[in-house]
Every structure is written in C-alpha cells, then in structure tokens.
C-alpha cells in the first residue's frame, strides 16, 4: 500500500508529518480554544444554575411572604369586622339610652300636664260650685223676699242661668291666660 501512495505521489515521511501535525493541532487547539471554551461553558452554567436556585429561592420566599401578607390582611379585617360590630353594639346600647331617657322625660312631663290640667279642673269646678252656691244664695234670698209666681221662677231662674254663664266664661277665660 505505501507503493501506492508513493505512486500517487504521498510519501510516507509526509503522512507522518501531516499525522503529527494534526495531533499537535488538536492538542493546540485543544489547549488553547477546548479547554477556556469547556471552562466558559461550566462557568456559563454554574451561573445559569445559581440564577436558577436563585429565582426558586426568591419565589418561595415570595410566596412566603405572600402567605404571611394574606394572614396579616385576614386578621386585619377580622379585627376590623370585630371592631365594626363591637362599634355598632355600642351605638344600639347608646341609642337604647337615649330612648329610654327621651322615654321617661316624655312621661315625666305627660304626667306634669296631667297633674296641671287636673289641678286646673279642680280650681275651675270649685270656682263653679262657689258660684252655683252663690247664686243659688241669691235666687234663694229674691224668692224669699217677695212673692213669686210661675212666670217670675222662669225669669229669675234663666237670670240665674245666664249669670253662671257669664261667671262661667269668665273663670274660663281667667284659667286658660
């Protein structure tokens, strides 16, 4: 076979030349470009995976932190859903007050009015039995001074009327001012 490759015009001194030539190459290239570029490459994805394990590490910590956010946001609306009822018994406890208070000065004064209207009826009855006294005195004291026939009963007795009438509205009028 070298006789054939020597005809064809390669000399053995030239295969093992190029052969030693081209593992040289490789192991230059190997040296110089293989190796820094394997070195980049792990480099690359060293950073790669720290990255990684950085962005789970950061969203476990968010979701951590969403979780504590979620139980601070849940207990403050718990605390102020409380607070809002705890307020609003409050405010129905104060009203209760208020009412029963508005209540009792609205049957104090009721029963003050009362009081005053009957104290006033009592004033104006006894005003009118007095009267009703005294005019009975008087129609009594003209009947017995002189003789008295039907027609004068019937005068003397609406004079007696319409006097207790004028006397009555009077007292009335006095009363009510």
Request: proline share 1%; net charge negative.
């Amino acid at each position: 076979m070298l006789d054939q490759l020597k005809e064809l015009g390669f000399h053995s001194e030239d295969i093992i030349l190029h052969v030693i030539n081209a593992v040289i190459l490789f192991l230059i290239v190997r040296g110089l470009a293989y190796k820094p570029l394997r070195r980049f490459m792990q480099a690359r994805t060293a950073r790669i995976a720290a990255s990684l394990d950085e962005a789970a590490q950061a969203h476990t910590e968010a979701l951590q932190l969403r979780g504590e956010y979620e139980a601070k946001i849940a207990a403050a609306e718990n605390t102020a859903r409380t607070r809002a009822l705890e307020i609003t018994a409050a405010a129905n406890e104060s009203a209760r007050g208020i009412t029963d208070t508005a209540e009792r000065e609205s049957l104090a004064l009721l029963n003050k009015a009362r009081a005053k209207a009957e104290a006033e009826q009592s004033q104006t009855l006894a005003g009118l039995q007095n009267e009703i006294a005294e005019l009975s005195i008087g129609i009594a004291e003209q009947i017995l001074r002189r003789e008295v026939n039907n027609a004068d009963a019937m005068a003397l007795t609406r004079d007696a009327m319409a006097q207790m009438l004028v006397h009555s509205n009077a007292a009335q009028e006095g009363s009510g001012q």
